[in-house]
C-alpha cells in the first residue's frame, strides 16, 4: 500500500504532525497531496501558524472551530503588519546624563540603566541608574538617580523587588 492510496483524514492526520516546511515540501510532492493540503483548513491553520511564529497548545482540541482560529490567526496577523498605525507619539523623553552602554530594561514603574563597567579612563565608577517613570509622568520632571558601586567592581547581575519592598539587590565581581 502506497502512501498515496491512503484515505485523505489519515493524509492530513499524518501531515498535521510535520513543521511548516515539511508540509510545504509534502505539498510539492505530487497534485493529490498538494490538494489536499489546500483544501484543509486544519493544515491551513498549522502551517500559518507555525510561520507567524506562534503555538497553539489547545491545536487538537475541539472547543473553537479551525475557522474562529483562522479569523483569530489573521487579526493578529494583521496587528503586526499594521504595528506602526498605533504608535503614538512618546509622552516622556527621558535623554540619558551618561554614555550608557549597558542594558535598560523596565521594573514596575522604573527605567534602569547599568553601567555595567563606567568610564574606560577610570573617571567614573561602574552604577546602576533609574528614573521614577510615574513620578515623571506626573511632574514632567525627570532625574535619574545613581548607585555608584565599589571602585574596580563590576556587576554581574540585578534582581528586583521595587512594588512591594523598593529593594535592589546586585551582585558584584570586584577586581583588585
Given at each position: 500500500?502506497?502512501f498515496l492510496?491512503?484515505?485523505?483524514?489519515?493524509?492530513?492526520?499524518?501531515?498535521s504532525y510535520?513543521?511548516?516546511?515539511?508540509?510545504?515540501a509534502?505539498?510539492?510532492?505530487?497534485?493529490?497531496i498538494?490538494?489536499?493540503?489546500?483544501g484543509?483548513?486544519?493544515?491551513?491553520?498549522l502551517?500559518?501558524t507555525?510561520?507567524?511564529g506562534?503555538?497553539?497548545?489547545?491545536?487538537?482540541?475541539?472547543?473553537r472551530?479551525?475557522?474562529?482560529?483562522?479569523?483569530t490567526?489573521?487579526?493578529?496577523?494583521?496587528?503586526?503588519?499594521?504595528?506602526?498605525?498605533?504608535l503614538?507619539?512618546?509622552?516622556?523623553?527621558?535623554p540619558?546624563?551618561?554614555d550608557?552602554?549597558g542594558p535598560?530594561?523596565?521594573?514596575?514603574?522604573?527605567l534602569?540603566?547599568?553601567?555595567?563597567?563606567?568610564?574606560?579612563?577610570?573617571?567614573?565608577?561602574?552604577?546602576?541608574?533609574?528614573v521614577?517613570?510615574?513620578?515623571?509622568?506626573?511632574?514632567g520632571?525627570h532625574?535619574?538617580?545613581?548607585?555608584?558601586?565599589?571602585?574596580g567592581?563590576?556587576?554581574?547581575?540585578?534582581a528586583?523587588?521595587?512594588?512591594?519592598?523598593?529593594?535592589?539587590?546586585?551582585?558584584?565581581?570586584?577586581?583588585?
Amino acid at each position: 500500500m502506497s502512501f498515496l492510496s491512503l484515505e485523505t483524514e489519515l493524509i492530513e492526520k499524518i501531515a498535521s504532525y510535520l513543521h511548516a516546511q515539511d508540509i510545504a515540501a509534502l505539498r510539492s510532492s505530487c497534485k493529490r497531496i498538494h490538494q489536499i493540503v489546500e483544501g484543509s483548513l486544519f493544515l491551513q491553520y498549522l502551517y500559518r501558524t507555525e510561520l507567524a511564529g506562534v503555538y497553539d497548545p489547545l491545536w487538537d482540541l475541539t472547543s473553537r472551530s479551525i475557522v474562529d482560529r483562522l479569523v483569530t490567526l489573521e487579526q493578529w496577523e494583521a496587528s503586526w503588519r499594521d504595528l506602526g498605525k498605533y504608535l503614538v507619539t512618546p509622552r516622556l523623553v527621558i535623554p540619558s546624563e551618561r554614555d550608557l552602554f549597558g542594558p535598560f530594561f523596565l521594573c514596575d514603574d522604573y527605567l534602569f540603566a547599568i553601567d555595567w563597567q563606567g568610564h574606560p579612563n577610570g573617571l567614573r565608577r561602574p552604577a546602576l541608574l533609574y528614573v521614577d517613570l510615574r513620578d515623571a509622568l506626573h511632574t514632567g520632571q525627570h532625574s535619574w538617580k545613581q548607585i555608584d558601586y565599589p571602585p574596580g567592581s563590576i556587576a554581574i547581575t540585578q534582581a528586583f523587588s521595587i512594588e512591594e519592598d523598593d529593594l535592589v539587590v546586585s551582585v558584584l565581581r570586584c577586581e583588585r
